[in-house]
């Protein structure tokens, strides 16, 4: 029974503690209408939790008035960040919207040109051929110095030219340039790689 009326002893305080616990937080952190309705969201993303503070209804301040004071500030720092995240939440999608509409309007206006650069009568055309016809489409700057089919008649040259030829549209290259530059890179990259898997394979 002694053990019995320890345990028992035991577990009330647990629960004491506990209880005292829970109401201090919840006097320090009192919820505007429960965790669930309170969530800020923005897109879907979860950018803070609304709390009661300073000017809510029903908030009551901390007697102390250093404590109503520190509350105060961590309130105003709490909003503060909560903004910050909420804007900078827009300013990303805003921006990724940006984006993709001029992606749209690159690739309606540049599509053209580059089908008929990659492409014959629907059929890829080789490397050889892209190689040779890089010129036309890459941008005007690009570090790029044209051939020609003659200059391709070995295999071995068209090893060495491939090779030049990625380094100018490869992604690593092209970090610094601009959107139109990186679409066109990217396109060109995706050719020649593709047309130099099917001429290894016809060597191997």
Same mark, same amino acid.
């Not at 919207?97 to 309606?108: H, Q």
């Not at 890459?138 to 040259?157: C, I, N, P, R, T």
């Not at 139109?180 to 020649?192: Q, S, Y």
């Given at each position: 029974?002694?053990?019995?009326?320890?345990?028992?002893?035991?577990?009330?305080?647990?629960?004491?503690?506990?209880?005292?616990?829970?109401?201090?937080?919840?006097?320090?952190?009192?919820?505007?209408?429960?965790?669930?309705?309170?969530?800020?969201?923005?897109?879907?993303?979860?950018?803070?939790?609304?709390?009661?503070?300073?000017?809510?209804?029903?908030?009551?301040?901390?007697?102390?008035?250093?404590?109503?004071?520190?509350?105060?500030?961590?309130?105003?720092?709490?909003?503060?960040?909560?903004?910050?995240?909420?804007?900078?939440?827009?300013?990303?999608?805003?921006?990724?919207?940006?984006?993709?509409?001029?992606?749209?309007?690159?690739?309606?206006?540049?599509?053209?040109?580059?089908?008929?650069?990659?492409?014959?009568?629907?059929?890829?055309?080789?490397?050889?051929?892209?190689?040779?016809?890089?010129?036309?489409?890459?941008?005007?700057?690009?570090?790029?110095?044209?051939?020609?089919?003659?200059?391709?008649?070995?295999?071995?040259?068209?090893?060495?030219?491939?090779?030049?030829?990625?380094?100018?549209?490869?992604?690593?290259?092209?970090?610094? =340039?601009?959107? /139109? /530059?990186?679409?066109?890179?990217?396109?060109?990259?995706?050719? =020649?790689?593709?047309?130099?898997?099917?001429?290894?394979?016809?060597?191997?």
């Amino acid at each position: 029974m002694l053990h019995l009326s320890r345990a028992a002893h035991a577990t009330r305080m647990r629960v004491a503690v506990a209880r005292c616990f829970a109401v201090s937080l919840f006097r320090r952190y009192r919820e505007k209408a429960g965790c669930e309705a309170s969530l800020n969201t923005s897109g879907g993303a979860t950018v803070g939790l609304t709390l009661k503070g300073p000017g809510d209804p029903g908030f009551v301040p901390p007697a102390n008035p250093a404590a109503a004071a520190g509350q105060a500030a961590r309130f105003a720092a709490m909003q503060a960040s909560q903004r910050a995240a909420v804007a900078a939440l827009e300013g990303r999608k805003q921006a990724e919207a940006a984006v993709a509409d001029a992606e749209m309007g690159l690739r309606a206006r540049l599509d053209p040109a580059l089908a008929a650069w990659s492409e014959e009568y629907g059929k890829k055309r080789n490397i050889r051929a892209l190689l040779a016809g890089m010129h036309t489409v890459l941008w005007s700057g690009a570090k790029w110095k044209a051939v020609s089919l003659g200059d391709l008649l070995e295999d071995k040259a068209v090893l060495k030219c491939y090779r030049r030829a990625v380094l100018v549209v490869h992604s690593d290259r092209t970090v610094n =340039l601009g959107l /139109e /530059e990186k679409f066109i890179a990217k396109r060109v990259f995706d050719a =020649l790689t593709q047309a130099f898997n099917e001429f290894n394979g016809s060597c191997s």
